[in-house]
């Protein structure tokens, strides 16, 4: 271990506890009204169910028994189709279920709950790490930054859904963090599995991500292309080569196994389609990808389903990506690049942002890197901008206060009736309720939001243009020397 190193561990201690003490704060409240789980959770809690008790993903009996009971008074919306041979598989990935199967089986659905939040713990710890050790953000700077975010709305409330948005985030940062990992620093004796593993662990996540969610592919695939371009640049062609021919190959599995399983090239496949759709439809019958490109905004500003309203320093990584973008330090690609694929997944694919979950689902999955983009920007700042930043941090830390203070009441649940007409809001809610805008369709009014933006992600550009330049920490692979150093 690094001379040092315990300032860091004891504030990645912290942090992990910050996240997982605002997650657990929030498994109380229900999803639904009548359910503790909603939306799509009682599809993947009755898919581990009967992994942990059939050793199978066939939850045609757990729904037949009844098993939901345990966690709604309502029959759950049907999902699956009956398929030829009886069974009903979830059209969910199965990899979350494999993670709950044991929690599920031994404690139900509280005890899968509480494992999301252990992994909103690894989470934060995770990305401070990242941010001190790859990125050189201070110590105290990174610790109150992935603070206030891990004790925030959308982390906070995905740190204890049964959905795969936080473990997803959690594999990207892995991901990410292994292409920053520096195998040159070890001693030189090291073997040559250990001078492997940083792109060993990038496949795990990448092989990993897709059986969370076939909507993750276009991060993995981001990944596994930084990860080759660098090890082939730095000369370890051999290894681009293996990891190559594994990626190959388990794609070949997953592919084989969905069509034997589920009977398509998705989970999809398995999906009740009363009119007949195909698996395809999911990301809609009649796609107007034009009108979904306002949710490049919208994701951010929408006035129910933005993330910026319920933490509004979210605004603050438009700045941070204009001087990131500015700036073009060495190893900038692994932090824009994957996040891009992510946001732009939730815009185009996805079939809505409006969907029967808390906002800001579709973009969890790389919120962590947003973060790191933020945090970089800010350690690049004066004292006074810092200063000014924590304001609308510490206003999101206090409207997930007011939220769980109303959850709790039983006046919202993390599905509904946090934004309805009439219903109690947090006193920063309903200050900007009249500005914020529906970005379903297009408005006008819109237009001097989209303009805001983008003022503020030009405000960022013109700040770092003139200054010195600078890096975030990303060595070569052992062995490389200054052969193929990535250009900025």
Not at 447 to 467: D, F, H, K
Request: overall charge positive; charged content about 10%; aromatic content about 8%.
């Amino acid at each position: 271990m690094r001379g040092g190193s315990g300032p860091l561990v004891m504030a990645g201690i912290g942090v992990a506890a910050v996240a997982v003490g605002a997650a657990v704060l929030g498994i109380g409240i229900p999803n639904d009204p009548v359910a503790q789980l909603a939306g799509d959770e009682p599809q993947y809690a009755l898919t581990a169910l009967s992994l942990a008790e059939d050793g199978d993903l066939d939850i045609a009996d757990e729904l037949a028994e009844g098993r939901w009971r345990a966690f709604s008074d309502a029959v759950p919306f049907r999902q699956t189709a009956v398929l030829a041979d009886g069974s009903r598989l979830s059209p969910h990935d199965p990899l979350l279920s494999l993670l709950l199967a044991a929690p599920m089986g031994l404690g139900g659905w509280a005890t899968a709950k509480l494992t999301v939040a252990m992994l909103a713990g690894a989470l934060a710890a995770l990305t401070l790490w990242t941010a001190v050790r790859r990125v050189a953000v201070p110590l105290p700077l990174a610790a109150a930054g992935v603070g206030v975010a891990a004790a925030s709305a959308p982390l906070a409330v995905y740190g204890q859904q049964l959905y795969p948005e936080l473990p997803a985030a959690l594999l990207t940062l892995v991901g990410v963090a292994a292409l920053t990992l520096d195998p040159a620093s070890r001693s030189s004796a090291v073997t040559g599995s250990a001078r492997r593993a940083p792109l060993a662990l990038v496949v795990v996540a990448v092989v990993a991500l897709p059986w969370l969610s076939v909507k993750y592919v276009p991060v993995a695939a981001v990944l596994a292309m930084l990860a080759c371009r660098r090890w082939w640049r730095a000369g370890r062609r051999g290894e681009v080569l293996g990891a190559g021919a594994v990626l190959a190959l388990l794609a070949g599995v997953y592919v084989a196994v969905h069509r034997a399983l589920w009977g398509g090239w998705t989970v999809y496949a398995s999906a009740h389609n009363p009119g007949g759709a195909g698996e395809f439809s999911v990301v809609g019958d009649d796609p107007d990808f034009l009108s979904r490109s306002l949710r490049l905004v919208g994701l951010l500003v929408d006035g129910r389903y933005g993330i910026a309203v319920w933490q509004p320093a979210w605004l603050l990584v438009l700045p941070a990506l204009g001087a990131l973008l500015a700036r073009r330090p060495a190893g900038w690609t692994a932090l824009a690049l994957p996040l891009a694929a992510g946001w732009l997944v939730a815009t185009f694919p996805a079939s809505t942002m409006h969907g029967y979950w808390w906002p800001g689902r579709q973009v969890v999955v790389v919120l962590p890197l947003a973060l790191l983009v933020l945090l970089w920007w800010l350690a690049r700042t004066g004292v006074a901008a810092r200063a000014v930043a924590a304001v609308p941090g510490l206003a999101g830390v206090i409207t997930y206060g007011w939220l769980l203070t109303q959850g709790h009441a039983g006046e919202i649940t993390w599905t509904s009736m946090f934004t309805e007409p009439g219903a109690p809001g947090t006193p920063a809610y309903q200050a900007v309720r009249p500005l914020l805008l529906d970005y379903r369709e297009f408005r006008p009014a819109q237009l001097a939001w989209i303009a805001g933006c983008a003022l503020l992600a030009a405000a960022g550009w013109r700040s770092q243009r003139r200054r010195a330049p600078d890096a975030v920490s990303l060595p070569e692979p052992a062995g490389a020397g200054t052969a193929g150093r990535p250009s900025p």
